[in-house]
């Protein structure tokens, strides 16, 4: 009798072990791809009170590129729309920004970056999340499939493979998309900071030129679309005390 009942009981047990393992393989998270550097495809839609707006009423402002992490603060991004500022790049170099367009290159240090930029907040989210999976952060189960990392003001979402497909910030409101995420090894950062030095030198004299010259960029006709003067008043506006105050990202 209880030779009989084993062969009947044992398969049982045996088949739910090898069940449990297979659940349990599946359930685990994947290791995020942010702990090096990525290069990727981003379409992002922010809430900003447009430059001039008195009324405080936020409109959504939408813009799209070419993102590249290349280390810890270090990030290059390259914008494909609005049209109106297409080839435009904007880097960050340990907190301090770049931009560029045509001729026209005008530097931000870090203390004069508006906190509620969109692009300042895309580049800090990477950052703060690559720096929360280093100390042990996982990526939890999404609702809706997927594996999502969730902090104070931040949602993020990433595949099977740990590679992030969308972000949600609150402040400032905005909710970004990624495709085409390639992983790569991040550049030594004595590497970016030498380069980021002598980039300095040679556009000084460009960045005191452009300054005057910005003014005129922003008022064109060309380019007169309310996403086309949030962008370049981010840039602009930091250099010269004649334009919008600083706080027209918000």
Known sequence: MKHSL???IAPVFIAAGISACGIADISMPPEPKLSGG????????????????????????AFSGKLSRLGTGFFELELTSPE?????????RDGDIS???????LDISAEDIPQ????YALFNSFDNMAAAFENGGELVPGDDGGWVYRSDGLSAVFDENGYITSMAIASPKMTAEFTNFTASESVPETAISSESSSSAEETSETTTAATAESSEIITSPAIETTAASVILETTA????????PITTME
């Open 6 to 8: 084993f062969k009947i």
């Open 38 to 61: 990525f290069t990727c495809d981003c379409n992002v839609s922010a809430a900003i009170i447009p430059p001039g707006d008195e009324s405080g009423e936020e409109t959504e402002f």
């Open 84 to 92: 109106t500022v297409s080839g435009m790049k904007i880097s960050s």
């Open 99 to 105: 931009s560029s367009l045509g001729e026209l290159t």
């Open 116 to 119: 509620k930029s969109p692009v």
């Open 237 to 244: 506006t930091q250099t010269t005390e004649t334009t919008a």
